[in-house]
Nanobody, 122 residues
């Protein structure tokens, strides 16, 4: 099986920074995409940032452009989300997402982490 484990969440003041990490482990041949989603209280889950094309491309939600940076360490099957200039509106549970191929010609499977809480408050 494949596991995604997030870390790095916590409480931070507005304007502060956090770096989230998500490590994938298990039966992995290739991870085509890894992404971060978030869900605030009473809100829909939304895409925050994605690393696609094996890490060759990235995209961001408009609300976080210029503040968040997604990066990927392919050798370690880990994706990071550097969050700068955090705002109270960024408060949410952040979830790691990945599409994993188990073998060269195999299917892709989608996995989710358990989530890590980010709270931005003074």
């Amino acid at each position: 099986q494949v596991r995604l484990v997030e870390s790095g969440g916590g409480l931070v003041q507005p304007g502060g920074s956090l770096r989230l990490s998500c490590a994938a482990s298990g039966s992995i041949f290739r991870i085509n995409s890894m992404a971060w989603y978030r869900q605030g209280p009473g809100k829909q889950r939304e895409l925050v940032a994605a690393s696609t094309g094996g890490g060759a491309a990235t995209n961001y939600a408009d609300s976080v452009k210029g503040r968040f940076t997604i990066s990927r360490d392919n050798a370690e099957n880990t994706v990071y989300l550097q969050m700068n200039n955090l705002e109270p509106e960024d408060t949410a549970v952040y979830y790691c997402n990945a599409f994993v191929r188990w073998s060269y010609n195999g299917d892709e499977y989608e996995y989710w982490g358990q989530g890590t809480q980010v709270t931005v408050s003074s």
